[in-house]
Structures are given as C-alpha cells and as structure tokens.
C-alpha cells in the first residue's frame, strides 16, 4: 500500500480572482439574503409558506405590543435592521441592544422598532397575497414603484389605515374613489420616495373600533379576501396626479378597502339543573368564558 501524502498547495497567483461570496459567518449578509428570496417568491406554494410565517411572526406584535409614539427621524435612523431581521424575537434583541448602547429607555424603544418592523412586514405579507395569483407577478428587487405587475401593468401597493380626513365618511371610499386616490397621492410619501407611478390603495378600516385598524396588517384572512375580490374583478381608475415638479400624469390606481371579516351571531345557552350533564356543561363553559352557540 502506497503511504498517503496531501497533495502540495496551490500556488498563489495575483490574478486569482477576487472573493466575492459573503463569508458563511456572515450573519449579516445571510439575513439580508433570506429577506430578499423571502420576498421574491414566486410560485403560488412559496407564497403561501411565506403568508403562513409572516403572519405568525406579525401575530406576536398584534399580542403583545401596544400602539402609539409617533414616528421620528432620530430613532428611525437606530432600527434599520427591521428591513432584514425575519422573526419577532431577533427584532426584539436586536432592539434591546441598541437601546443599551444609546442609554434608551428599552422598552420604549423595542416597541417602536417592533412597530417598524410590524408595518414593513405587513406590506409583505400583503404582497404575498397579490402573487400568489397567477396573473401576478413580484416586481424587480429593490425597485420602489414597482411592488408587483397585474396582467403585465405594473403597481406599487401601499396600505394605511382609513386618514383622518375620511373617519368621518369613509363611504367615499366606495361612493368617490377617485378622489380617495388623489387625496392619497397629494399627501403620501411626498419626499424622495414620491412617484407619479400607478398604484393600489390598500385603506384598512374597522368600523367597530376604528383605533384598531392597525391589527388588520397581520390579519392574513381579512387581506386575502378582499384581495382576492379585487383581482377577481379588477376595476381600475384613472386619476391625473403632479408629480414633486408638477407635471402631471395620468396613472392607474385603485381603492381597496379592508375590513373585518364578520363574526358568527352568539345565541347563550340555557341549562337544564336536573340535567346530570349540567354540571360539567356548566363547569366548561365557565372556563371557555361563557356558554354560547354561534350561528353561521
């Protein structure tokens, strides 16, 4: 048997071509990647995997973080890293360290970067929706006026809640669509990120608890429906908007509306005492807190 020997090393060579792979323990750079094939997914089985972890992760902000601080500069400057962290939990330590290393209040600053990250997300998650449908189809990475294509017309998709300006009628968006639109074009993202492009509106509502509407970004059933609808049917408007030099432009856009999907009606049940089964009917609708029948 021939003694084993390690071959020689290769030779070094100044013409070698560059690394250009991110190293593997580049924790950065594999997150970011992750993030961006996250986005990108194409096929309607990717699409619905990538619904179904958005959605848990956005559940835990929807649970435990309440609503509020108004947006700022100086901490947006803090949290970038919500554009390519993917779950709650790495948000939150990300977050926390931060707020240590700036001598924040933590808790304070946790939630408002979690909030970020709820809102970025939940545009995801709601363009994950859009195309997972076969005429549908992710627009180029990384490109702002361009979220998705419908039927080969491109869209950038925006979601809010309903303005201020429409609390008290939010009818007009059904009765006056197209003034809806323009209302949103002239007073959205009017900065560097402002284009005269085509775009769809999605406008979150809840007309019960209207404080509430935020919850509707992580509420994958009532998005899918009314997505769904929409695209079924698909009715466009055509609105003139100025663009940051004032020309004008006509675009494609569209109002859709999000609500709450409605809950079953309750009836109470009524127990019988001498019933030998009252008790423990009684005990278990106690611990489910009430004993109620629902009727679909």
Same mark, same amino acid.
């Given at each position: ?16 071509? !560059? ?10 750079? =594999?997150?970011?990647r992750? %993030? &961006?094939?996250? /986005? $990108? ?18 559940a ?7 609503w ?5 500069d100086?901490?947006?400057g !803090? ?7 993917r779950t709650?939990? =790495?948000?939150?330590v990300? %977050? &926390?360290?931060? /707020? $240590? ?16 990250w709820?809102c ?5 998650l ?13 627009g180029?990475a ?6 998705f294509t419908?039927d ?15 609390a008290k009628r939010?009818?007009d968006l059904i ?17 560097r ?7 769809l ?5 809840d007309?019960?608890?209207?404080e509430e ?14 997505i769904?609808?929409f695209?079924?049917q698909p ?8 663009d940051?030099?004032?020309a ?7 109002i859709?509306?999000?609500e709450p ?6 009836l ?6 001498s019933?030998?089964?009252s ?7 106690e ?10």
């Amino acid at each position: 048997m021939e003694p084993f020997f390690p071959p020689p090393p290769r030779p070094y060579s100044p013409y070698a071509p !560059l690394r250009t792979r991110a190293r593997p323990n580049d924790t950065r750079q =594999r997150e970011q990647r992750r %993030a &961006e094939v996250g /986005a $990108r997914s194409t096929t309607p089985a990717e699409c619905e995997a990538e619904i179904e972890r958005i959605g848990r992760q956005l559940a835990r902000v929807v649970q435990d973080v309440p609503w509020g601080r108004v947006q700022n500069d100086a901490w947006d400057g !803090l949290c970038p890293f919500i554009f390519r962290l993917r779950t709650f939990d =790495r948000v939150r330590v990300a %977050a &926390e360290e931060v /707020a $240590r290393t700036h001598a924040l209040d933590t808790l304070a600053f946790t939630q408002y970067a979690l909030r970020r990250w709820y809102c970025f997300w939940g545009a995801r998650l709601s363009e994950q929706l859009f195309i997972r449908h076969r005429n549908v189809a992710a627009g180029p990475a990384r490109d702002h006026e361009v979220d998705f294509t419908i039927d080969g017309v491109p869209f950038d998709l925006k979601t809010s809640e309903l303005p201020r300006a429409f609390a008290k009628r939010p009818e007009d968006l059904i009765r006056n669509p197209a003034e809806v639109a323009d209302w949103f074009y002239r007073r959205q993202s009017r900065e560097r990120r402002f284009h005269a492009a085509n775009r769809l509106f999605l406008v979150l509502h809840d007309p019960a608890f209207p404080e509430e509407a935020w919850r509707l970004r992580a509420d994958v059933e009532a998005l899918r429906a009314r997505i769904d609808a929409f695209l079924a049917q698909p009715t466009y408007l055509e609105v003139t908007v100025p663009d940051l030099t004032g020309a004008l432009h006509a675009v494609q856009t569209a109002i859709i509306l999000v609500e709450p999907l409605p809950i079953p009606r309750q009836l109470p049940l009524g127990f019988d005492e001498s019933s030998p089964r009252s008790a423990g009917a009684r005990g278990k609708a106690e611990r489910s807190g009430g004993s109620q029948l629902p009727l679909l």
